[in-house]
């Protein structure tokens, strides 16, 4: 409910295309090492989703104000589409993705997936894929409400928000 109220907002203070050209990407750093990860997932072509409740238009801009190459990232996420005028006409898909309704799944029984979660809501996510199949990675901030010993509970490794993703990026590469 929260998220839709969100998105109807865009409508009510007539969100215009052009308004995406004042996002500060600034404002959203990557974490350390992730830029590296996802140029060797492209070289490499590894197929990289990212299944987000953003809207993809910034999404998108952040990706590409870091130099990220996104011709082979699907970006799964609230789609805005706007007229030929520029206004905000509805978002795609027609139901908003939120915390509480994405799914994981993959084309293929023998698929492996990685999973980053930036909240312990997603944990409840579907799985319509095999969970051995599963590799889960969750970021633990510690001003949340969940001690990590819950964050254990739920996911296969967790890292601290304050630690550098780069060394588990790195090793994980390896072993790609």
Known sequence: ???????????????????????????????????????????????TYILSA?????????????QIDTSQIQI????LIFDSDGNYNWSYPTEVIHTGNKAVHTTSHDDYVLLF??????????????RDMVLSVGFHNPETQFPIEVYWEHFDVVIESGDSDEWFLYELAKRI
């Open 1 to 47: 409910e929260w998220t839709q109220r969100s998105m109807n907002l865009h409508h009510r203070y007539n969100l215009k295309a052009s308004d995406f050209n004042n996002v500060d990407p600034e404002k959203s750093p990557f974490r350390q090492g992730w830029k590296e990860f996802l140029h060797f997932c492209h070289v490499n072509n590894v197929p």
């Open 54 to 66: 953003g809207i993809t238009q910034i999404i998108r801009t952040v990706l590409e104000w870091n």
């Open 76 to 79: 799964i996420s609230n789609n």
């Open 117 to 130: 979660w930036d909240s312990i809501d997603y944990t409840h996510m579907a799985w319509e894929t095999d």
